[in-house]
């Protein structure tokens, strides 16, 4: 069956990084674009950022241009996340998932989604 195990997470000062990863399984990874979103408490999930499926093209949301950076490695079926510059409000739980066609902004247009990796960003 196809899985997605996100890691990396972890408690990190205002202006620190972190670097999450994503694992996916049972699918051709290579074939898909992939997403990151993320939900604080009491809030929406939302988009982060995305990549195509050959890497060449990255979407970002406007509150972490310039500070995260998507990558992936599809011999390792991995996606990555590069996090610099973190923020208070960078605080949430972060998903990633299959984009399955549509607007990448969208989290209706995703499928298989991990169980997310805490990011606690700290004063």
């Known amino acids: 069956q196809v899985q997605v195990v996100e890691s990396g997470g972890g408690l990190v000062q205002a202006g620190g990084s972190l670097r999450l990863s994503c694992a996916a399984s049972?699918?051709?990874?290579?074939?898909?674009?992939m997403g990151w979103f993320r939900q604080a408490p009491g809030k929406e999930r939302e988009f982060v950022a995305a990549?195509?499926?050959?890497?060449?093209?990255?979407y970002y949301a406007d509150s972490v241009k310039g500070r995260f950076t998507i990558t992936r490695d599809n011999a390792k079926n991995t996606v990555y996340l590069r996090m610099n510059t973190l923020k208070p409000e960078d605080t949430a739980v972060y998903y990633c998932a299959f984009h399955r066609g549509g607007s990448y902004y969208s989290n209706l247009n995703y499928d298989y989604w991990g169980q997310g990796t805490q990011v606690t960003v700290s004063l």
């Open positions: 990549i195509s499926w050959s890497g060449t093209t990255t």
């Open positions: 049972g699918r051709t990874f290579s074939r898909y674009a």
